[in-house]
């Protein structure tokens, strides 16, 4: 019997739970089990309605950064340009990865990015889950009988 691992997609999924469309996704994506490591990230949930994304960028500028919102999907990608001084040099051990990486993250309708920062070698991306005014639950009163036939006739007129 074969079974499916969900753990890749839930990792980068923000206030997302339609199954239906993880599911398309992931056979667009092709092999499942192939997920990138690289950088590694967190996604925490701050309070009720905000999110952060924090992901490692060590050796990344601001400028090497890019995010953009492409209608439901966050991408994140890092390039750092190779200067003349860094092709001079010889390392012994060369542990920090600069290696250009793309991320993406698939949010809910409802998930806006309001923010960015780079702090101590940390990409936080700011997340806030704004629910429309129309889709937000509201109180229906129930009307006596009376109240009804006054509402019908407020109609009419």
Same mark, same amino acid.
């Given at each position: 019997?074969? #079974?499916? $691992?969900? #753990?890749?997609?839930?990792?980068? #999924?923000?206030?997302?739970?339609?199954?239906?469309?993880?599911?398309?996704?992931?056979?667009?994506?092709?092999?499942?089990?192939?997920?990138?490591?690289?950088?590694?990230?967190?996604?925490? *949930?701050?309070?009720?309605? $905000?999110?952060?994304? #924090?992901?490692?960028?060590?050796?990344?500028?601001?400028?090497?950064?890019?995010? &953009?919102?492409? $209608?439901?999907?966050?991408?994140?990608?890092?390039?750092?340009?190779?200067?003349?001084?860094?092709?001079?040099?010889?390392?012994?051990?060369?542990?920090?990865? &600069?290696?250009?990486?793309?991320?993406?993250?698939?949010?809910?309708?409802?998930?806006?990015?309001?923010?960015?920062?780079?702090?101590?070698?940390?990409?936080?991306?700011?997340?806030?889950?704004?629910?429309?005014?129309? *889709?937000?639950?509201?109180?229906?009163?129930?009307?006596?009988?009376?109240?009804? *036939?006054?509402?019908? $006739?407020?109609?009419?007129?």
């Amino acid at each position: 019997m074969r #079974t499916i $691992d969900f #753990t890749p997609v839930f990792r980068s #999924t923000v206030g997302f739970d339609r199954m239906a469309r993880l599911m398309d996704d992931m056979l667009r994506a092709g092999d499942t089990g192939n997920v990138p490591a690289y950088p590694p990230y967190n996604i925490e *949930k701050l309070g009720e309605d $905000d999110y952060r994304i #924090t992901m490692a960028v060590a050796g990344f500028a601001e400028g090497d950064l890019d995010i &953009t919102v492409e $209608d439901t999907t966050l991408v994140i990608s890092g390039k750092v340009e190779k200067s003349e001084r860094e092709s001079d040099r010889s390392f012994l051990h060369r542990g920090i990865a &600069t290696r250009a990486f793309e991320r993406r993250f698939h949010l809910a309708e409802a998930i806006k990015v309001v923010g960015a920062s780079v702090e101590n070698g940390l990409l936080h991306v700011d997340l806030v889950h704004e629910v429309p005014e129309e *889709k937000k639950p509201r109180k229906i009163e129930i009307a006596t009988a009376g109240a009804t *036939k006054r509402l019908e $006739d407020r109609q009419a007129a």
